[in-house]
Nanobody, 121 residues
Framework: QVQLVESGGGSVQAGGSLRLSCAGS????????MGWFRQAPGKARELVVA????????NYADSVKGRFTISRDNARNTVYLQMNRLKPEDTATYYC??????????????WGKGILVTVSS
């Protein structure tokens, strides 16, 4: 069983930055594409960004393009999400996921428990 553990969340003012990390408990994580999803209160979970298992291809939601950057370090079984110029509408619980391709909720093999990001205006 693969476990994904997110860290780095918290509260920040609009315009600020946070860096989320997702550490996998097993080398198996390297075999999967990885994604960050988020879910705001009262809203559906949405895919924010995805990265292929080799890291060569990324896909960003329009709402975060130019502000968020995903990367992965397969030697450390870790995926990162650098979030810059944060907006109040980025407030949500962020979930790390290991997924078959294409990365989408239905294809996720493993979910992290989620971490809260709060952006105040």
């Amino acid at each position: 069983q693969v476990q994904l553990v997110e860290s780095g969340g918290g509260s920040v003012q609009a315009g600020g930055s946070l860096r989320l990390s997702c550490a996998g408990s097993s080398d198996t994580v390297r075999l999967y594409a990885m994604g960050w999803f988020r879910q705001a209160p009262g809203k559906a979970r949405e895919l924010v960004v995805a990265i292929t298992y080799g890291g060569s291809t990324t896909n960003y939601a329009d709402s975060v393009k130019g502000r968020f950057t995903i990367s992965r370090d397969n030697a450390r079984n870790t995926v990162y999400l650098q979030m810059n110029r944060l907006k109040p509408e980025d407030t949500a619980t962020y979930y790390c996921a290991a997924s078959e391709v294409p990365v989408q909720a239905a294809n996720v093999a493993y979910w992290g428990k989620g971490i809260l990001v709060t952006v105040s205006s």
